[in-house]
């Protein structure tokens, strides 16, 4: 299934409003502040919700200039002016699409071991980022559009900064409200 990628928000987006986890207003129910504010790894809990149908859909790949204030706060001055690889993905349960995910890497942080995150393909990176032992994650921040809740973070791995992005799609809610 094709997705045009302009359907879901994005770090893009410059009219997502983000805000610490103890400033958010209305807080989330429950059952959505159990996915916005679960500290572990996202890719594992979708894998274990969805054994064996679990995928990831590239929505696009490629350099861009962050730009957007929003962004420009994320990371130190000198960071935020140099160009990012973005990343849009869709994380899926066979066909059905529950995670929409944005991830801006500086190309300072595209050395050594993270140079691997150019050539992911279809491969989660949250696989790849909850194997480093060292992994830092600061403070989430959460954002809400329409029926979409978002979280993003900037994780530290090989002490190189990228911010992740997830938003948490109606199907996917759907989902744990009917396991419930």
């Not at 207003?25 to 429950?30: A, K, N, S, V, Y």
């Not at 973005?86 to 071991?113: F, N, Q, Y």
């Amino acid at each position: 299934m094709l997705v045009d990628p302009r359907s879901y928000p994005s770090l893009d987006d410059r009219s997502l409003l983000w805000r610490p986890q103890a400033q958010v207003l209305p807080h989330p129910d429950t059952q959505v502040a159990s996915w916005l504010f679960d500290p572990d790894s996202l890719t594992y809990r979708l894998k274990q919700m969805c054994p064996g149908r679990f995928n990831v859909q590239v929505l696009h790949e490629g350099w861009q200039h962050s730009g957007t204030p929003s962004l420009l706060q994320c990371f130190l001055p000198h960071v935020a002016r140099q160009r990012m690889w973005s990343r849009k993905v869709l994380l899926r349960c066979g066909d059905t699409p529950w995670v929409a995910a944005h991830t801006l890497i500086p190309v300072s942080s595209m050395e050594g071991p993270l140079k691997r995150l150019r050539t992911l393909n279809d491969r989660p990176l949250g696989e790849f980022l909850f194997q480093d032992p060292f992994l830092v994650r600061q403070q989430l921040e959460i954002t809400r559009s329409g029926d979409f809740w978002g979280r993003r973070s900037l994780f530290y791995s090989h002490h190189r900064p990228l911010l992740v992005a997830e938003f948490f799609l109606p199907a996917l809610l759907d989902e744990d409200r009917r396991r419930l």
